[in-house]
């Protein structure tokens, strides 16, 4: 069944392009932070074992939500690997960085994605769908908290 919420086809079009680079972003960072979780060494390795777990955690639980406000404005959801590759703008880790890179790296995505989803706020906003706007405004608050978190363990 065809949506009948207020927001025009080429609106609906646009919001479904940003969410689904966002969903892609998300899912790829998700993997790098458990990547990291799973592969971090050093003096510091219990605490950033513990910071990448809650983060890979929250990033985790973020993907249904996205994923899901896709479903909500009627369609479909791009959930193989081979979409979101074509989609996102986290670029993957090859080797394994030492566990202040894999800080920076993190850091550098969540700020990536924080300038990404300030766009698409205003973009979702002026197609009229506040409903989106509402939900990455909420989403952006989140990745400047974790980036912040990631920062101060740059900062001495
Ligand atoms: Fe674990």
């Excluded at 605490?47 to 479903?71: C, M, V």
């Excluded at 566990?99 to 990536?112: A, G, N, Q, W």
Aim: glycine share 4%; charged share 25%.
């Amino acid at each position: 069944m065809k949506t009948n919420i207020g927001i025009s086809k080429a609106d609906t079009t646009k919001v479904i392009t940003i969410l689904s680079h966002y969903l892609s972003d998300s899912y790829y960072l998700y993997l790098k932070t458990h990547n990291f979780h799973w592969n971090v060494t050093g003096m510091h390795f219990q605490n950033l074992h513990k910071l990448f777990d809650d983060q890979y955690n929250a990033l985790f639980s973020s993907l249904d939500e996205i994923a899901e406000r896709i479903r909500s404005l009627g369609e479909f959801v791009p959930g193989s690997y081979m979409q979101m590759k074509e989609l996102t703008c986290i670029k993957e880790s090859k080797e394994i960085p030492n566990d202040r890179e894999m800080l920076k790296i993190l850091l550098d995505d969540h700020e990536t994605i924080v300038r990404n989803l300030r766009n698409w706020i205003e973009e979702a906003n002026q197609a009229s769908d506040v409903g989106t706007g509402d939900f990455l405004t909420a989403r952006i608050e989140e990745h400047e908290k974790t980036a912040w978190m990631l920062r101060s363990h740059l900062e001495s």
